[in-house]
């Protein structure tokens, strides 16, 4: 009687979880031979600050013997920085890849820059559609710390979901995001950055300040389409 749980990051829709469901449903029923009536699939959604514990620690961790594929990812290598001292190993920024989502979302998180209206994966898919290569991620070896999305509208260049690892802050990677999206932006023809700030978000104004950005009075109006 094959139960199968499937705990995942919160975003997959209805529709999504019922095709992955019947795949499961199919491919357990001919791989253990046995009859569909006796599957079933559940999903439980847990949050990312909730992950290494609900799942990661109890699951990976402390039942190895069960696992039959080991992640590609470890959280706690991020507190291991021994092979970064003496700056060995470098933050480099690069284009955003799709092995990249699972770290850059849970970054996001950590930077609170995810909100209820904006769900982080279509983001990043919509993204990947247009004018991929402005999307950046700036890492330290294997470790991702910091992410900039840009684009230009032919006119403007906009820059979102600006984000350095808490852990890794006031150590000069913003400022670099920032300069690498500029050139790019420029690269292509752009005359002039514009961004947004939340005004839930007074402290990031003096960063921008410091990289020659100022306040130039308006007031951002936005409509959903
Ligand atoms: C904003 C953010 C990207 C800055 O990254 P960072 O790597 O810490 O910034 P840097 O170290 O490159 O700082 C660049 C300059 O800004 C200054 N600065 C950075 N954060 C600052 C702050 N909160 N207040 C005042 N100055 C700040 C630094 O002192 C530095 O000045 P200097 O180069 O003249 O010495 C980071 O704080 C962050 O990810 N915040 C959470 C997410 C967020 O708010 N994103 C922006 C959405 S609009």
């Known amino acids: 009687m094959p139960h199968v749980v499937i705990k995942l990051y919160p975003g997959r829709s209805a529709e999504q979880k019922k095709r992955l469901a019947r795949e499961i ?103 990947r559609q247009v004018q991929t290569d402005l999307f950046f991620v700036g890492a330290i070896g294997n470790r991702i710390v910091a992410t900039l999305m840009a684009g230009y509208d032919g006119h403007r260049g906009w820059i979102y979901y600006l984000a350095v690892d808490p852990d890794d802050q006031r150590q000069g990677f913003g400022r670099r995001m920032m300069e690498w999206a500029e050139a790019a932006l420029k690269k292509r023809g752009c005359p002039k950055i514009n961004l947004q700030v939340r005004s839930s978000n007074p402290a990031v104004i003096s960063f921008y300040e410091h990289l020659g950005y100022s306040n130039e009075n308006v007031i951002g109006l936005g409509k959903r389409l």
Do not use: M
């Open 25 to 127: 449903v199919k491919n357990v029923k001919q791989i253990a031979v046995c009859e569909e009536k006796s599957v079933s699939v559940a999903f439980e959604e847990v949050a990312p600050e909730d992950w290494v514990e609900s799942v990661y620690r109890p699951e990976v961790i402390d039942k190895k013997e069960n696992l039959v594929i080991t992640p590609g990812y470890n959280p706690f290598v991020k507190k291991d920085r021994s092979e970064e001292v003496g700056g060995k190993t470098e933050f480099r920024i690069r284009s955003y890849q799709a092995s990249d989502q699972p770290a850059v979302i849970d970054l996001w998180h950590r930077c609170n820059l995810v909100v209820p209206q904006n769900d982080p994966r279509k983001d990043i898919e919509t993204k």
